[in-house]
C-alpha cells in the first residue's frame, strides 16, 4: 500500500521529526561532562534532508546554534561527496568560523542510509570541556592559542571512531577523559537520530524525504513571511555602545525589513579585539536571527524555511564578522547583546511590542584554586557559577529579575556551588532600584558576595558587559543599573574582562546589571509602584525617578 | 478458614470520586464513581462508601482495612486555596523563590510570567545564621533577632510559616532551635522547616518544598481530621491510612505533618494498580498509560515497579512545559503528563497546522457532543465522529450524545479551514493527539534512558483503553493489557500500595574517598526515621528496608541510582560499588568513562511493609472465537476506510475469548477500541490482552 500523504499524516509525521530531535537533545545532555551543557543545555541536534535543507532543530537552552548548525551542515555536506559515504560514517569540525564560534563547540554530522542511498544527515553539537590552549578565557591573542582547531574531517570510519583523532583530542586537554566521554555521546546522539529517522520512515512508508521536506519548509517559509508582512517594511538602524576589553567599542545594524524578508548588516560597527571577545558571523547571526524571531513568528519551529527570510551580514573584519585568526574563545560576551542591538531596530518598526535592553551577557564566572595552591597540596577545584541580571522590560510588563535573557541559562544554586568548592556565598539577593524606571520598570540584578572558606587565594576568569554601559529603556523608560565587581575593602571597581585573583582575606561583592524600563516612570501604575516599595524591590529614594510617592 | 479481610479505598478527583470494595488479596465486591463534592469532600467520599457497602451488603464497621488519597492538596495548590505563608531564610537570602533558577521555561516567549511561588517577597524573612556545606556553624542563630521577627510575621497576616536555612540538611539545629521558639511563642502557627520536608541540598527546590508544605498544612490537618471523624462516626473501626505520591501508605497523623507528599496520589495509585498487574502477568517492561478527560500520565514500570524520582512540579503554567510549576522534593512515582485526554480541545494554528490541547473542554462545558454548551471540539467528538464512542452504551446511558454536533463542529473549527469532511478532520485529531501521548512516552522513556518498543502497555482511566491501540502503534508498542475496572482503576491500585515511607538526604563525598561513619551515622538516623514512621501504621508488622545512593561522573549531571546493601558500609564496598555504577552507566550510555571520578549528592532510605503475595496466574484456557453478534461501523484508524467493527460487552467475554480487530469492546465507564492490526482476548484473571498482530502502516 501506497502510504497517502495527507496534511494529517505530513503533520504527524512533522512532529515526529521535532520530536526526533528533542530526543536527541535529551540524550546528548543526559551523557555530557561539560557543566555549561547540562546546567545551560548548551547543545544542538537537528535533521536534514539529503540536500542539507534543515528540518527540524532541538529548542535547547541557547540560542547560539539557531542557524549555525543550518550553515555548518550545509557546508560539510556540499564539503564531502555523496557518493563517498558510507553508513557508520560521521564527519565533525569545531572550526569556529564553521561549527558554533569557539572551538569548544563541537559539531558532527552523520548521514542516514535507507535501501543503500544516502537519504538525510543528523548532526548535534555541544560544548567541550577543554581544548587546550589558555583555556576558556579572552586572553589568548589569536585562535591558535585557544587550542586544537579540528578541519572538517571523517570522526567515525563506518562505525569505527578514528583512533589517531582521537588520540590527538585526548592529548591536546587538560580533561582527556570528559572530552572523550563528550564526543562519545555526541556520537550516540547522531547514531540515535539516524536510527530513529530510518525508523520513522520505514512506520510511514516514505522512501524519501522530498514532499515531508518540502511540506516542512513550504509551511515554516510562508508562515515567516506572514510574520513579516505584518511588519512595517522600511530600514531601521541602532547603535549599541559596550564596554569591549582593551577599549569601549560601538555596534552597528541596519535592519532592513521587505516584503520577502528581514536582513540586518552590522556595517559600522567596531574592529576587532587584540582579545578573545570577537564574534564569528555564524555566531552573530543565531542570536541577531534568535532575537527576530522572538518577536516575529516564535511560534514556527526552526528550519531551513523559517529561517531563510530571515539575513544577516557585517563587513569583514568587524567585531561581530571576526576574520581568522583573531580570537573568539569569549565570543557570547557580544553575542549575547546582539539581540539588544537588532531588537532596538524591529523596536522602531514596532514599538509595543520589543522590550526594552537587559543585562544580556550572563555573568558566568569561571573560578579556580590559584596555582600555587595545587603546588602547595591545597584543595584543587574548578567550578563555573552562572548568575544573571534583569531584563529588559516588556511593553506591557516588567522585566524579569535575575533572569536569563537571551540565553537559556540555569542560574546556579548557592549550596551546590559551596559543596563543589571552597568557596562561600554570603549573600545572593536582588538588588533594589537596579531595574530601569519606567511605566514597566526593567527587572533586578541581584548582588553576589563571596569569599574563600578556607583562606586559600582563587582565580576568577571574568568576561562581563554593562559595567560601564547600561541596558537602556525604551519610549522614555530609564536604563538599568550598571553592573559592577568590586573587592569590599578595595579602592576602584574591577574590570569586566580578564583574570582576577581573590586573596584568603578579599570580599568579593558582585552586582549583575540591571534592565531597562519601558514607557515614562511617571506613567506607571500607582499600585504596581507601591507594590514595589512594599517589597522593597524599588526604594524611597529609587521611587524619586516615578516622580517620587505620592 | 483465613481470617476475611475487607478493604475499602476511596480515591477523590476533581470530578469523580472512585470508590472500590474489595475482599481477599483482590476480590473485587463493588465499585463506583460518584461525583466529588468540593464543598467538602468527605461528603461525597461518605456516598460512594455507603453505595459499595449496599452492593455488598456489607457495613462500614467490618472494614477492615481503609485507605483514602485524594487531590485536595493538589488542587488547593493549583487553586490558590492554601495558608499565608511567610518564609524565614538565612540572611543574605532573601529572594531565593524570586531569583530561582534565574531562567525563562520558554525560550522564544519574551512575554512569559514566572510561576507564583506563593510567597511575595514582603513576606520573605530572614535572620542572621550561617551553616557550611559541612554542617559547621560559621554564624550562630542571632536569638537577638527574635523579636523584631516575630513582629514582621504578625505584620505580616501569615497563618503558616516555611523555614529554609543554608545547608540545614547538613545541620537542622538552627532550624529545630527556630521552630521550638516560634511555637512556643506563636502556638497558632504552623511550622514547616525544611530539614524535615525535604533535607535535599538545593535550596531553591528545598525552599519551594517546605513552602508547598507549610501553605496546604492548615487545610490538610483540618480536612483529614474530618474525614476522620465522619468515618469513624459513621462506624468504620480500622484505621485509616493515606496514598502518598511516593507509592505507599502512611497513617494521617505522618500525612498532616507532611502534607506535601500526598500531591498526585491519584495518578500513583494507577501506577500501583499497572504495576501489581505486571507482577502477577510476568510483565518484565511496562509502560503505563492512564487518560482521564483532561490529560494523559503515562509511567515506565520495570520489573513490576513503577519508575520513581525524587523530584515533580506542581502547577505547572503554561501548557505542561517543564519550569513553569513549582518545584518540590518529595518521593514521587514518576510520570510524565500532558495535556491531551478527551475534552482536548482541536483546533488549527495560523501556519495551518492541526493542533489539540493542552486547553480542555473539562467536563463542563465538556465535548460538543454532550450538548451542555461546548462548542469546541474534543477529542471525544472526534472519537464520536469516527464511530469508537457508541452513543447508546456512552456512560450507562447516562450522557446522551449528539454526535451531528461534533461532526458540526469539527467541520466548522478543522474541516473549512483544512479542506476536510468531518470524517477526515476526527481522523486528523485522533492522529495528532495520539501521536503526541506517544511522543510523551517516548520522549520519557529517553530522559530515562530506556526504550518504549519492547514494553507492554497497561491501559486504564475513561479514555485511556479507547486511544491504547492507537498510541501503542505510533510508540511502537505492540502488546496491550486492559485490566478489569479501568476507569476506577487508581482506587484499586490503592489496595495495593504498601505502608512505606522514604527519606532523601544531602552529603556530597566522593566515592573513592567517601567517610564511611559518617555515611553510616547519616543511614541509621535516617532508617530510624523511618522505621518510627511506618511503625505508626503497621505496628509490629515486618518491614524491608531500602538503602540508596545516587551516583554521578564528577562534572555530569546525570544520577544513577545505586541500591547498597542492607548494613553498615566498609571500605571493601567501594570497588563492588564503582563497578556497579560502571554496569548501570553502561547499560544507559552504552559505554563507562574509566577513570572519571565519581561523586554522591544525595543518599536514600526506604522502609516498606513487603508486597502482597502474588496469587499464582493460572494458564489462560485455549483460545476459543467469541461469538460476535453485532457490528458498529467505524472509520478505519489504520487506513483510514470504512469498516465494520465486532461491538462486544466486554461482560460477555469468558477467559479465553477472542475477538479480532477492528472491534468495540463497551464496559460501563469505558470502551476498548481493537484496532484492525490488533486482536483482543480475556487471559485467565480477567485482563484484556490486545496483541498486535501486522504492522500497521501508520
Known sequence: MTAELSPARLQVMWNRLLAVVEEQGQTLIRAAFSPIVRECGDISAGIFDVNGRMLAQAVTGTPGHINTMAEAVLHLRGRFCLQDMKPGDIYMTNDPWLASGHLNDFLLMMPAFKDGKVVGFTSCTSHLVDLGGLGMGPEGSDIYDEGLLIPPCKLVEAGTPNALLMDIIRA???????????????????????????????????????????????????????????????????????????????????????????????????GCSKKGINVPLNYATAYTVFALRCIVGPDIPNNAGSLEPFTVDGPKGCILNAQRPVPVAMRHTLGQVTPDLVLGCLHQALPDQVPAEGASCMFDLPMRHAPEVAANGGREFAIEPVHNGGTGARPHADGLSATAYPSGVFGSQVEITESMAPVIMWRRELLPDSGGAGKYRGGLGQRIEMTSSNNAPFIVFLSVERLKFPALGRMGGQPGALGRIRFRDGDSDIPGKGELRVEGDDYLIFDTPGGGGFGNPAERDPAALALDLKRGLVTEEGAKAYGGVS | MTIQTLRLAIDIGGTFTDTVLVSDEDTILASTKTLTTHGNPAE?????????????????????????????????????????????????????????????????????????????RERSLTISERMSAEGDVLIPLDETQIDALLADIDASGAEAIAICLMHAYANPTHEQRLRTILTERRPDLT????????????????????????????????????????????????????????????????????????????????????????????????????????????????????????????????????????????????????????????????LGRLTVGPKSAGSEPGPVAFMRGGTDPTVTDSDITLGYIVPDTFAEGHIRLDPEASKAALTRTIGDRLNLDPIGSADGVSRIVDESMASAGRMHAVESGKDLGPRTMIAFGGNGPLHASRVARSAGVSCIVIPPNPGVGSAIGFLFAPISFEIVRSRYSLLESLGLDGVNDLFDTMIAEAKEVVGQGAGNAPTETQRTAFMRYSGQGHEIEITLPDRPLTAEDITPLTAAFEKEYRKQFSRPVPGMEIEILN??????????????????????????????QITCDVDGSTKDAAFVARADLKPGNHVSGPALIHEPQTTTLVSADFSAHVDSIGNLVLIQHQKGGA
Open chain 2, 603 to 632: 543518599w536514600a532510605v526506604r522502609v516498606a511493609t513487603p508486597d502482597p503475595a502474588l496469587l499464582p496466574v493460572p494458564e489462560t484456557p485455549e483460545c476459543t472465537a467469541f461469538n460476535v453478534t453485532e457490528t458498529r
Open chain 2, 44 to 120: 461525597g467520599a461518605m456516598e460512594g462508601a455507603r453505595r459499595v457497602m449496599q452492593q455488598s451488603d456489607r457495613t462500614l464497621a467490618e472494614v477492615t482495612g481503609f485507605i483514602h488519597g485524594t487531590t485536595l492538596a493538589t488542587n488547593a495548590l493549583i487553586e490558590r486555596r492554601g495558608a499565608v505563608v511567610a518564609t524565614i531564610c538565612t540572611e543574605g537570602f532573601r529572594d531565593i523563590l524570586e531569583i530561582g533558577y534565574e531562567r525563562r521555561y520558554s525560550q522564544y516567549d519574551i512575554n512569559l510570567e514566572k510561576p507564583d511561588l506563593l510567597v511575595p
Open chain 2, 191 to 350: 511550622v514547616s522547616i525544611s530539614s524535615d520536608v525535604s533535607p535535599e541540598a538545593r535550596e531553591f527546590d528545598r525552599l519551594c518544598t517546605t513552602v508547598a508544605n507549610a501553605y496546604i498544612q492548615p487545610l490538610m490537618e483540618h480536612y483529614l481530621s474530618r474525614f476522620v471523624d465522619q468515618f469513624e462516626a459513621a462506624g468504620v473501626t480500622c484505621s485509616i491510612l493515606m496514598m502518598t505520591a511516593g507509592g505507599g501508605m502512611c497513617t494521617v497523623e505522618t500525612a498532616a505533618r507532611f502534607p506535601i507528599r500526598l500531591v498526585e496520589s491519584g495518578p500513583a495509585g494507577g501506577a500501583i494498580l499497572a504495576a501489581r498487574i505486571a507482577a502477577r502477568s510476568g510483565l518484565d517492561k511496562v509502560l503505563s498509560f492512564d487518560v482521564g478527560g483532561t490529560t494523559a500520565k503515562l509511567c515506565l514500570i520495570d520489573k513490576a515497579r513503577p519508575q520513581t524520582s525524587r523530584a515533580f512540579e506542581i502547577a505547572r503554567a503554561a501548557r505542561f512545559i517543564k519550569g513553569s510549576g513549582m518545584p518540590v522534593r518529595i518521593p514521587v512515582i514518576e510520570m510524565i503528563e500532558i495535556g491531551a485526554g478527551g475534552g482536548s480541545i482541536a483546533g488549527v494554528d495560523r
Open chain 1, 172 to 270: 591536546n586537554s587538560r580533561e582527556p577523559i570528559a572530552n572523550e566521554g563528550d564526543i562519545y555521546a555526541l556520537i550516540a546522539c547522531c547514531e540515535a537520530g539516524v536510527k530513529r529517522l530510518i525508523s520513522m520512515m520505514d512506520e510511514f512508508g516514505i522512501g524519501d524525504l522530498d514532499t515531508l521536506g518540502s511540506y516542512i519548509i513550504d509551511t515554516s517559509r510562508k508562515g515567516a513571511l506572514e510574520a513579516i508582512a505584518e511588519v512595517p517594511e522600511g530600514v531601521y538602524k541602532n547603535v549599541l555602545r559596550m564596554d569591549g576589553y582593551e577599549n569601549e567599542l560601538e555596534l552597528h545594524a541596519t535592519l532592513t525589513v521587505a516584503k520577502d524578508g528581514m536582513h540586518v548588516d552590522f556595517t559600522g560597527t567596531a
